[in-house]
């Protein structure tokens, strides 16, 4: 079932006609920058795009090997680069990325607010996961989610089915900073989402963790946001 499944998702990618939001932003639409930039999807009824998936390694390596992003290269804990979220990141370096991107393709890029995250991850539901009240199994990557990579690693983005705004892993895998500050206090800030090594109930959008803007954890990586015109 799952070629299956591949081999649709293929062809459909194939034959849909290219979606571009760079004149008139139509809600779902997604577009790409350039050709090592993170894809963009359109938010419906609001003026920002997201990240489709978490700015993985290879996006980050791309930044470094462009020179920018400090060369800084953080450790994937042994688990592998390329396509898995890039993670041991503090907030601040978060930051060297979205201004390589902004720098590089003259476009707004910055995190999201947690208004915006939140928004992003309902994709439009009230229930506590964006597939349901109840967690069930392998929806997504926790420690209790009935993954193969439950409370183990981190695992290549995009392996669990996307919230309906084609968006993937917004729950679960890695928690996501945010650009909203502390309780005013911008020294630290706010990250959502829950991961590989967090229990299910911390994946809710009601539940925001917060760190120093130096903290580097293996846990706990970022999305960008762009504003729409
Ligand atoms: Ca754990």
Same mark, same amino acid.
């Given at each position: 079932m799952r070629s299956v499944h591949y081999i649709l998702l293929l062809a459909a990618m194939l034959l849909a006609p290219p979606q571009a939001y760079a004149a008139d932003p139509q809600p779902g639409a997604s577009d790409r920058a350039c050709p090592v930039c993170p894809e963009m999807v359109a938010i419906p009824g609001h003026k920002f795009a997201i990240g =489709?998936?978490?700015?993985?390694f290879a996006e980050w390596d791309a930044c470094v090997a462009d020179g %920018?992003? %400090?060369g800084y290269q953080p450790s994937d804990a042994g688990w592998g680069r390329g396509n898995r979220p890039v993670i041991n990141v503090h907030w601040n370096d978060a930051q060297t990325y979205i201004r390589w991107l902004s720098e590089k393709t003259g476009k707004p890029y910055r995190l999201p607010t947690v208004e915006e995250w939140e928004i992003a991850a309902r994709a439009g539901t009230t229930t506590d996961y964006y597939w349901g009240n109840d967690v069930g199994r392998n929806h997504a990557n926790c420690d209790g989610c009935g993954s193969e990579w439950d409370n183990r690693r981190t695992a290549p983005v995009g392996s669990f089915r996307p919230n309906a705004y084609g968006?993937?892993?917004?729950? %679960?895998n890695v928690w996501q900073w945010t650009d909203t500050c502390w309780q005013g206090n911008c020294t630290k800030r706010l990250f959502l989402g829950g991961s590989w090594?967090? =229990?299910?109930?911390?994946? =809710?959008?009601s539940t925001r963790n917060w760190f120093a803007v130096t903290k580097r954890m293996r846990y706990l990586g970022f999305r960008v946001a762009l504003t729409l015109p």
């Open positions: =489709r998936h978490a700015v993985t %920018g992003c %400090g968006l993937y892993d917004m729950m %679960g090594n967090h =229990r299910p109930q911390d994946m =809710r959008t």
